[in-house]
């Protein structure tokens, strides 16, 4: 029998074959207009994004890992601060963090939703007087306990932040991903569930004296042309050609975060115990990437390979277990992180995975 198609984890080229001529309308409509920095993109962009996540103000960056940057030092994050973080989501925080010269301190997850995990939370902020502020991450686009986090935050005094990088347009309790923290972080990555055709981000903050600072920071530091006064700038800008094409995809972001749910809820019936998906069934979960838990990893992996379906592991090591940052967590024991990244596996999941593909993976799911 002749193998059949291997199933990718996803296949940026079907989107771009579907859209090609509305993306290729966009980017020359940008292209003729002679402005490819700050144009009126960029302006349009802002501003639908603002209002749809909640009336935020909001900065286009380079990336993701800039956006969690410049929430930091909008916040106003000096050297030696403390903040928490998780070690689960592929360190992006945590380098974020110590980026700003602040020390990351990590908490444990939730062992059913890979989320931070609100009691963890409560007893650091009950241990250590020195924290500034929390960093949540909305892993594989589920937004977890929020609620109970940001109650939190809030009797303790310290900030927010919340990385959406994986979670555009989840809702929970009629409040979009991003707009529970006093700022907000999203990547805009060609996998992302809103992507450009190449890197981007952006920040957002309740606050509008630390989104400017976060705008002056993002422009060489610069107070007025070529006057420095941040001696922390960067440059990091979105130019006008994503933001066209990103304009372009707003417009289907809800659709298609739903057909991602879709497949995630099929995929759900087809699991036995003792593995499980990472799920809820509701518009707090945006479906970014499709995860399950099982205690036997490799041999799932294995056999799911074996039927020609690709999976990836997000993410397999845990931040206090990297090599680079080993050295700042010296008897950090996390056990619910460190079980999740020993079990953790991903499926295929994007909108333009076939019924067929879909069946296939189902059928190998229910087989294992």
């Known amino acids: ?35 490819f920095v700050g144009g009126p993109s960029i302006e349009r962009l802002e501003a ?24 930091l030092r909008g916040l106003g994050v000096k050297f030696g601060q403390c903040v928490v973080t998780v070690g689960n989501a592929a360190g992006y925080s945590t380098s974020a963090i110590l980026r700003c010269d602040a020390s990351p301190l990590l908490v444990d997850v939730d062992p059913l939703t890979a989320q931070m995990s609100p009691s963890s939370l409560d007893a650091a902020l009950k241990l250590h007087q020195d924290i500034s502020g929390v960093i949540v991450t909305h892993l594989y686009g589920l937004i977890g306990q929020i609620d109970e986090i940001a109650d939190l935050c809030e009797q303790h005094g310290v900030f927010l932040i919340e990385d959406c990088a994986q979670s555009f347009g ?21 996998t992302k569930n809103l992507a450009a055709l190449g890197d981007g981000g952006m920040v957002g903050f309740k606050d509008p004296e630390a989104c400017a600072r976060a705008r002056k920071i993002a422009q060489y530091g610069w107070l007025s042309r070529y006057e420095v006064a941040y001696p922390d700038g960067v440059n990091s800008r979105l130019d006008e050609i994503q933001a066209a094409v990103l304009l372009h ?3 289907s972001v809800h659709s298609r975060n739903s057909r991602r749910r879709d497949i995630l ?16 069934d509701s518009e707090r979960c945006v479906a970014h990437l499709a995860v399950i838990r099982t205690p036997t990893r490799d041999r799932d992996q294995a056999v799911l390979n074996e039927h020609g379906i690709d999976t990836a592991i997000h993410f397999p090591i845990p931040d206090h277990l990297q090599p680079a940052w080993r050295h700042l967590f010296e008897g950090v024991v996390m056990p619910d992180t460190e079980t999740h990244c020993r079990e953790a596996l991903t499926l295929p999941c994007f909108p333009e995975l076939t019924e067929e593909e879909i069946e296939r993976v189902c059928e190998a799911l229910g087989n294992l």
């Open 1 to 35: 029998m002749s193998d059949p198609a291997r199933i990718p984890i996803n296949d940026l080229a079907r989107l771009e074959t579907i859209e090609k001529s509305e993306v290729a309308e966009r980017i020359i409509t940008a292209v003729n207009s002679g402005v």
């Open 48 to 71: 639908q994004i603002s209002e749809l996540v909640g009336l935020r103000q909001v900065v286009s960056v380079a990336s993701g890992s800039d956006a969690l940057y410049l929430a």
């Open 249 to 251: 995809r707003l417009g």
């Open 170 to 190: 989840a809702v929970y309790e009629n409040v979009s991903a991003g707009a529970w923290g006093d700022a907000a972080a999203f990547s805009f990555y060609p």
């Open 265 to 280: 809820r099929r995929y759900a019936k087809s699991i036995d115990a003792p593995r499980r998906l990472i799920f809820e």
